[in-house]
C-alpha cells in the first residue's frame, strides 16, 4: 500500500508539471507596492513618477527621459535607492550646482522669484558683488532677506 501511494504521489505531482508546462501556469505574483517620486533638474521631462518600490535613481532618470545634455554626470548616484515622496534633484553642468549661477542673474532674472522685488534684488546684486563664493544657503544672511524669500530663491534655482 505505501508503495501505490508514493507511485500515486509521483504521478500526480508528474501530471501536474505538465499541465504547468502546457497551459504556461504560473506562480501568482504579489502586487508590488508603487511609490511616487519628483524629479527635476538636468532630465528632458522634470515631474512625478509613479516606480517600483524597490526601483533606483538611474530608473527614475530613464522614465524621465533620460539626462539632458546639460546632466552632470559625475555627480549622480544611479544605484541610489528611490524612496515615496522623495525629490530627486540632478545636477547640471552649466550652472555647477546652482551655487555660482547666482552671480550671473540679472535684475530682471531676481526680480521674477516670488517675493524678490526692486530693492531686494539691488540688496541682493550688491551682497554678491561685494562677497565671493556665497553659496544660495548663504542668501538668508543678507540682511532684509527672509528665510520665506531665500526659500523662494532655492526653489527658483532648483527649477532651472
Known amino acids: 500500500m505505501k508503495n501505490f501511494l508514493l507511485?500515486?504521489?509521483?504521478?500526480?505531482l508528474?501530471?501536474?508539471?505538465?499541465?504547468?508546462?502546457?497551459?504556461?501556469?504560473?506562480?501568482v505574483?504579489?502586487?508590488?507596492?508603487?511609490?511616487?517620486?519628483?524629479?527635476?533638474?538636468?532630465?528632458n521631462n522634470s515631474g512625478v513618477y509613479e516606480v517600483d518600490e524597490n526601483?533606483?535613481?538611474?530608473?527614475?532618470i530613464d522614465l524621465a527621459g533620460g539626462l539632458n545634455g546639460d546632466a552632470d554626470k559625475n555627480q549622480i548616484n544611479l544605484a541610489a535607492r528611490l524612496m515615496d515622496g522623495e525629490k530627486v534633484s540632478i545636477p547640471s553642468l552649466s550652472n555647477e550646482n546652482n551655487e555660482s549661477s547666482i552671480y550671473k542673474l540679472t535684475k530682471k532674472e531676481w526680480k521674477s522669484i516670488k517675493g524678490i522685488g526692486d530693492k531686494k534684488a539691488d540688496i541682493i546684486?550688491?551682497?554678491?558683488?561685494?562677497?565671493?563664493?556665497?553659496?544660495?544657503?548663504?542668501?538668508?544672511?543678507?540682511?532684509?532677506?527672509?528665510?520665506?524669500?531665500?526659500k523662494e530663491i532655492t526653489k527658483y534655482?532648483?527649477?532651472?
Open 157 to 160: 534655482f532648483n527649477r532651472r
Open 125 to 150: 546684486m550688491n551682497y554678491l558683488k561685494e562677497n565671493k563664493n556665497v553659496k544660495l544657503n548663504d542668501l538668508v544672511n543678507i540682511k532684509g532677506i527672509s528665510k520665506s524669500n531665500a
Open 14 to 27: 508528474f501530471i501536474s508539471g505538465l499541465l504547468f508546462e502546457v497551459y504556461k501556469i504560473k506562480p
Open 29 to 43: 505574483m504579489h502586487n508590488k507596492r508603487m511609490i511616487k517620486v519628483h524629479v527635476v533638474g538636468a532630465v
Open 55 to 60: 526601483s533606483r535613481v538611474g530608473d527614475i
Open 7 to 12: 507511485y500515486a504521489l509521483i504521478v500526480l
